[in-house]
Every structure is written in C-alpha cells, then in structure tokens.
C-alpha cells in the first residue's frame, strides 16, 4: 500500500488517498477502521465515499458509489473520507495510515472527489 495522501477536507472529515496492492473487487473495505473504535461495530463508519481514481489521481475511473467495470491494472488508486473521531491512525488489512498533520487538499483533487454529508 502507498499513501499518496491525506488531506483536510471538510469539518472534522479527512480525504485519504491511498494505492492499494490489489484490484477493486478484492479490497476488503471492512478492514478499515479507525484506531480506538471497535472494528466489529464500525462497519460502514470509515471510509465514507470510495471512489477509483486513475493511477496518477487525476481522473476518477467510475461514478462515485461505483466500482470499475473493467480494471485492467494490479493496483487500485482509490480516496475516501474518514472523520477521526477516536484516534489519529486508520488500520487497514494492508497498513496503517497516520491521519496526523492532514496536508491543504489539491485544487485539482478537490474539484474531481465529490462529497455528501452522511
């Protein structure tokens, strides 16, 4: 996994990029939570709005709430929301993340991801 970024993104919400060794259909979104929550009651709470973007993160493959059809590459470029709550460090099935000092979010990311409040 590669974390391309985090970002600030909106009140108490963060943007987190991240490049993940694997294709969509295989990633295991459950796995994600947020260091102190309890992983078996978090479901559904981080991340918030997945959506693929092109490897250089300039382009977003498919709607947002959508997984590509055709993924033709081995790793997946996907960012989502996440409002740290309980802790500063997002687990996952394939590293920890460090939500601490979130960097101003590109102009060019910022038009392309889009947002609802939950």
């Given amino acids: 996994m590669t974390v391309n970024g985090v970002y600030s993104y ?15 259909d295989d ?13 078996d009651k978090s479901v559904g709470a981080s991340p918030y709005m997945e959506q693929f ?3 250089d993160g300039r382009d ?3 709607e947002t709430w959508e997984e590509p059809e055709e993924y033709e590459l081995e790793n ?8 740290p709550e309980t802790g500063n ?9 460090s939500l601490d000092n979130p960097e ?8 392309l991801v889009d947002f609802e409040y939950p």
């Fill in 76 to 83: 997946t470029r996907v960012a989502f929301f996440v409002r």
């Fill in 53 to 55: 973007l092109s490897p």
């Fill in 10 to 24: 909106a009140k108490g919400w963060l943007l987190v990029d991240l490049t993940i060794d694997t294709v969509p």
């Fill in 27 to 39: 990633i295991d979104w459950f796995g994600f939570y947020i260091d102190g929550e309890d992983p």
């Fill in 104 to 111: 101003k979010i590109p102009a060019y990311l910022f038009d």
């Fill in 89 to 97: 460090t997002l687990i996952t099935p394939y590293g920890s993340v």
């Fill in 60 to 62: 977003k493959l498919c």
